[in-house]
């Protein structure tokens, strides 16, 4: 099978990208019209510092929180965004989508979703020199950057964005708001929008796992690591200084998903899609991710290797002669030592999950969930002398996550629309599903 492989190190954040496109029939319009632009960009015959499209530019409906795909050919590579309306468009070539919009619609300018270039059509001139400094803004919605410095500082110092209305935001702090994924009339969204905001409350999880987070905010994209480059896309999101509105959005991950044909089961259940999520992390990059998130115990005197603890937690009673259920406490680390394992290799990551099934079958009692309480201490997970965790994030049954902001040293729920202050202490009381502990 033959491949054709373009090369696009001149600009952009990413040194080397290498894009592998198999020349079979399905491919042929979108590979055509790709070696089209390509062309153009290779050769650039035309480049311009010329301002005269930029004034209309409208910064408000700017929205790259969307799958790359045409709205046109519904075509997935090579996708410019027009920068006047927002539309996602394919090519730069004269028979290209792109180019019929500039010429129906007079607007202009558009960015290259991959090389992250703007461009001015129907005159196919690549913008450069002193005019990018006023584009800069937009080339960072699309990419937010980071260096080691920034990186290695979001753990300290609370980093402020300001969003074009001037509201001040935390980054790392806002909420992933899929309101626009209703407007799909793309009927394959239907099952997942469901689940969308489950999912989220694991991106945010694992967003703010630190060692995560760092590998993601500085991660080089690669053709072979779909699920990361997704993942690291939204990371940098959330974490974005830069955005122009002080949310962001899971759509692209989530359409992502729809592509990998994953079965019900992961995407209705938070603890498989957590472990599938971990899987292909590390089947990706096992560089990097490798013997972070996996332990061994011992059962039975049978050695065990482990992605979660699952705990079972202890039915609700009914009260004697009524249909009401008592809640009740129980001891996270209690419920642990009861389940006679030993882990004989900690992972750093410690996720637990918490089996909140009601067993009961009585009448006149219709409820899901089990209620009663798990204790912890979010400081302290001591599982032996040597074991010791601290909470990172608590998912809870109904889709609130909880992480802490260590910069601002206070914990933080997401209750899937808005972002708030809660307390510690209060953390216990919340129906948490999921947790994840870091070894100390
Ligand atoms: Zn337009």
């Known amino acids: 099978m033959s491949k054709h492989v373009i090369e696009n190190n001149k600009e ?4 080397k990208t290498k894009i592998h496109f198999p020349s079979n029939e399905d491919d042929d319009d979108e590979f055509d019209d790709l070696e089209d632009t390509v062309q ?9 510092d010329s301002d005269v499209y930029l004034d209309t530019i409208n910064r408000k409906v700017l929205n790259f929180d969307l799958p790359l795909i045409c709205s046109v050919s519904l075509a997935t590579t090579n996708i410019h965004i027009c920068l006047v309306c927002n539309k996602y468009l394919q090519g730069a070539s004269e028979s290209s989508p792109a180019y019929a919009h500039a010429i129906d619609s007079n607007h202009h300018i558009f960015i290259n979703t991959q090389t992250y270039k703007f461009i001015i059509l129907p005159e196919q001139l690549v ?6 400094e006023d ?18 500082s979001l753990d300290n110092v609370p980093k402020q964005g300001t969003t074009l209305t001037k509201t001040k935001y935390d980054a790392g702090f806002i909420p992933l708001i899929n309101d626009y994924m209703n407007d799909q009339t793309d009927s394959r969204f239907d099952k997942y929008s469901k689940f969308v905001l489950k999912h989220n409350a694991l991106y945010y999880a694992i967003s703010h796992i630190s060692f995560i987070r760092n590998a993601l905010l500085s991660y080089t994209q690669s053709e072979t690591t779909p699920l990361t480059n997704q993942l690291s896309i939204l990371t940098k999101k959330i974490w974005s200084p830069f955005l122009f509105k002080n949310f962001t959005s899971s759509f692209a991950i989530e ?14 259940d938070i603890r498989l899609f957590y472990t599938w999520m971990i899987n292909t992390l590390i089947k990706e990059n096992k560089k990097i991710f490798k013997n972070k998130f996996t332990g061994n115990l011992l059962l039975n005197e049978k050695e065990i290797k482990f992605i979660n603890l699952a705990i079972k937690l202890p039915q609700q009673s009914v009260f004697k002669g009524s249909t009401s ?9 209690k419920l642990i030592k009861e389940k006679k394992i030993k882990i004989v290799k900690s992972p750093k990551y410690l996720v637990i999950y918490i089996d909140r099934t009601n067993d009961m079958k009585i009448e006149g009692i219709d409820q899901e969930l089990n209620m009663n309480i798990l204790k912890f201490d979010p400081d302290l997970l001591q599982l032996d002398t040597e074991l010791k ?8 049954y109904d889709n609130k996550v909880h992480v802490f902001n260590k910069s601002r040293n206070k914990w933080v729920e997401f209750d899937s629309v808005n972002l708030k202050e809660i307390e510690k202490e209060l953390l216990f009381i919340t129906n948490c599903q999921l947790q994840i502990w870091e070894l100390q």
């Open 127 to 132: 913008l450069s020199g002193k005019v990018l």
């Open 325 to 333: 259920l008592s809640i009740e406490q129980y001891d996270l680390v």
């Open 40 to 48: 153009l960009e290779k050769s650039q015959v035309k480049i311009s």
């Open 255 to 268: 359409n992502y998903l729809v592509s990998c044909h994953l079965p019900n089961k992961i995407i209705e």
């Open 389 to 396: 965790y601290k909470l990172l994030a608590n998912i809870t």
């Open 12 to 15: 952009g954040p990413r040194k």
């Open 135 to 152: 584009l800069n803004d937009i080339k960072l919605l699309l990419n937010p950057e980071f260096t080691i410095k920034d990186i290695s």
